[in-house]
């Protein structure tokens, strides 16, 4: 693990002494410096300020405004910024082999895994210091490694439950989906306990338990939230407005479509003075309900070119495409080797781990069939479907002669 995380960082280093353009700008970076600058979560649209903001989730712009205070300059934060996306994302890479062992993987499926990932080829979301999905898959990892170490088919214990939802409430500080994604990854594992009696105690002890210290965890944000904002949510707000940019007479599947001039982002606060002075009038919460129902409105007066749109999303959530076409090839050899993963676990009767690897994908993916498609979207699930891919090739190397210890 030391050694691939090593490598890992070696690289990326590498890569972050070539010279680069102009510093990426980002609702992240401009909710962080806010909050440097000014003392305050908000203001993350380009065209103006539009107040206190739960836009993006918290945890990647605290982290901006703690590096902001301590250097009290822009470019260098984002120099420190880079540094610690390097740090972050060569940890990403020696993360999967402690998630192998977690989830009982044949062995050297870590490493093998860790391999794909040694070279960044998503240099603007792994280096640029402009988003918060490096972090998201950290805490992606982290959360999947710890659970999957404690619980198994007959072990859900409260205590387990309580342990578990700390790690969770802490993870959905950096994305929201997270919750959705562990729940839906535990279910086949949960399913599989014996007797069939014991699991409605089971589901009360561990899920009550869970949802307690869940809640605690998240309280003092949630509390943020609904006294400045005036609404309840977990972490982020902006559904409404996604829904309604993604699903609109000029949306397109693709997010950098969406983007041209003319396109369905024209109506986001970051290229409107309309949309940002909305905001500002209706505060950001009414500014959501007000975009979502928009969104519903023209999805119930037009259903087939709904149907079209979520289908098209749902192809490329299948089999992702990415601006760059090396990028592509890679993702797509990343996905066809991990549906080859779930054949081979299925006959080979581990059909529990083929399970979870897809209960995994599915509960964090769940809203995306219904917003603009951004690989950056999807790229933590890239590398859970990693480890299934990398369980492929040490099935076929016979790797997993010796079953792992337990």
Request: hydrophobic content about 55%; proline content about 5%; charged content about 15%.
């Amino acid at each position: 693990m030391v050694h691939l995380f090593v490598a890992a960082l070696l690289i990326r280093v590498m890569v972050l002494a070539i010279p680069t353009g102009a510093p990426f700008d980002s609702e992240n970076l401009r909710t962080g410096f806010t909050l440097g600058m000014h003392g305050y979560f908000g203001d993350p649209f380009l065209k103006e300020r539009t107040g206190l903001s739960a836009h993006v989730a918290p945890m990647y712009p605290a982290l901006i405004a703690l590096v902001y205070r301590l250097t009290h300059d822009v470019h260098i934060t984002q120099r420190v910024l880079k540094g610690i996306f390097a740090i972050v994302s060569a940890l990403n890479v020696a993360m999967l082999i402690p998630l192998a062992r977690a989830l009982k993987l044949p062995r050297g499926t870590g490493a093998i895994a860790g391999i794909f990932w040694l070279v960044p080829l998503f240099v603007w979301t792994e280096l640029s210091g402009t988003h918060e999905t490096i972090f998201a898959t950290l805490a992606l990892l982290l959360l999947l490694t710890f659970a999957f170490s404690r619980v198994a088919p007959d072990n859900f214990t409260a205590r387990d439950g309580a342990l578990i939802g700390v790690v969770a409430g802490l993870a959905v500080h950096v994305s929201p989906l997270l919750l959705p994604m562990l729940a839906f990854a535990l279910a086949p594992t949960f399913l599989s306990g014996r007797p069939w009696s014991a699991l409605p105690r089971r589901f009360v002890t561990f899920g009550g338990a869970f949802l307690l210290t869940f809640l605690v965890v998240i309280l003092p944000y949630t509390i943020r939230n609904h006294t400045v904002l005036g609404g309840w949510m977990l972490m982020r707000d902006n559904l409404g407005l996604e829904l309604s940019v993604s699903n609109a007479d000029k949306a397109r599947v693709m997010a950098e479509d969406n983007q041209q001039n003319g396109g369905a982002m024209d109506s986001h606060p970051n290229a409107s003075h309309t949309e940002s002075e909305r905001v500002r009038t209706l505060g950001e919460v009414g500014f959501n309900k007000a975009r979502q129902q928009e969104a519903f409105t023209w999805i119930s007066a037009n259903h087939a070119a709904f149907v079209s749109l979520t289908l098209a999303r749902l192809k490329l959530l299948l089999l992702p495409r990415a601006i760059r076409s090396y990028q592509t090839v890679f993702a797509d050899t990343i996905v066809l080797l991990f549906y080859a993963s779930l054949v081979l676990l299925w006959i080979r009767k581990r059909k529990q781990l083929a399970a979870t690897l897809v209960a995994a994908i599915v509960g964090y993916e769940l809203i995306y069939p219904f917003i603009q498609y951004d690989i950056r979207y999807v790229y933590p699930m890239l590398w859970v479907q990693t480890a299934g891919a990398a369980t492929f090739i040490a099935l076929m190397l016979k790797l997993d002669a010796e079953p792992l210890p337990s």
